[in-house]
């Protein structure tokens, strides 16, 4: 098993299957599947802002996308989740350590439940 932050041993890694970007990789470590939901999200929405071959997905409202669990004994589902993205009226700033991190956004992260295949190639 994968160790989190805080050393605990239920952490699980998931990755990103596909996305509504064409966007597929990264590893996200974390408790459970909504945490990393909302961590690949956001990554989806970095590159979108910062990455010029995602540019022309810049005025898309939400980014539909599948998670696999990537944990070595673990279940190895797939989910679908939905992300979108708010803007902070005031931005939050927190510090860690000798580093300042500035949050614009809040990330709304649905799971969906009936995926058709539709969807599933828009992904």
Request: hydrophobic share 35%.
């Given at each position: 098993?994968?160790?989190?932050?805080?050393?605990?041993?239920?952490?699980?890694?998931?990755?990103?299957?596909?996305?509504?970007?064409?966007?597929?990789?990264?590893?996200?470590?974390?408790?459970?599947?909504?945490?990393?939901?909302?961590?690949?999200?956001?990554?989806?929405?970095?590159?979108?802002?910062?990455?010029?071959?995602?540019?022309?997905?810049?005025?898309?409202?939400?980014?539909?996308?599948?998670?696999?669990?990537?944990?070595?004994?673990?279940?190895?589902?797939?989910?679908?989740?939905?992300?979108?993205?708010?803007?902070?009226?005031?931005?939050?700033t927190v510090k860690i350590g000798s580093q300042t991190i500035v949050y614009k956004y809040a990330?709304?992260?649905?799971?969906?439940?009936?995926?058709?295949?539709e969807d599933m190639d828009l992904m």
């Amino acid at each position: 098993m994968t160790k989190c932050s805080n050393k605990t041993s239920v952490c699980k890694s998931f990755k990103i299957l596909g996305s509504g970007i064409g966007f597929t990789g990264g590893r996200y470590v974390a408790e459970n599947k909504m945490t990393a939901a909302r961590r690949a999200g956001s990554k989806l929405y970095n590159k979108v802002d910062n990455n010029a071959l995602y540019e022309k997905f810049k005025n898309k409202k939400s980014i539909k996308f599948i998670l696999g669990e990537i944990t070595q004994g673990g279940d190895k589902k797939t989910t679908a989740f939905e992300v979108s993205r708010t803007k902070l009226v005031t931005p939050k700033t927190v510090k860690i350590g000798s580093q300042t991190i500035v949050y614009k956004y809040a990330y709304n992260v649905k799971k969906l439940i009936n995926v058709n295949g539709e969807d599933m190639d828009l992904m």
